[in-house]
């Protein structure tokens, strides 16, 4: 059982940066890897990155590599999200989630926070 809350979006420029955290609650969260989607109007959700359960290792989806970075501090049952040279592209509802496997797409996660806001102007 866990609880996931995100938090940290916001509007900011092209150009800017975001950094959103996704606090869990339980006694288990180092055991679980993590992920972060998003999902813009008229859109499907999309993967976004995923780390693991140490934090030693990290993927990013294409397009946002080079630009984000995923890190976790299992002590505060906290998962980031760093958002570098965003881009109006970028803006979406961005959800972090938990899943017992490395290798899994959306559907093979169990728990969704309920989504925070980035909004990128150009």
């Known amino acids: 059982q866990v609880q996931l809350v995100e938090s940290g979006g916001g509007l900011v420029q092209a150009g800017g940066s975001l950094r959103l955290s996704c606090a869990a609650s339980g006694r288990t969260f180092s055991r679980y890897t993590m992920g972060w989607f998003r999902q813009a109007p008229g859109k499907e959700r999309e993967f976004v990155a995923v780390i693991n359960r140490g934090g030693s290792n990290t993927y990013y989806a294409g397009s946002v590599k080079g630009r984000f970075t995923i890190s976790r501090d299992n002590a505060k049952n906290t998962v980031y999200l760093q958002m570098n040279s965003l881009e109006p592209e970028d803006t979406a509802v961005y959800y972090c989630?938990?899943?017992?496997?490395?290798?899994?797409?959306?559907?093979?996660?169990?728990?969704w926070g309920q989504g925070t806001q980035v909004t990128v102007s150009s």
């Open positions: 989630a938990t899943t017992s496997n490395w290798y899994a797409r959306d559907s093979g996660y169990d728990y």
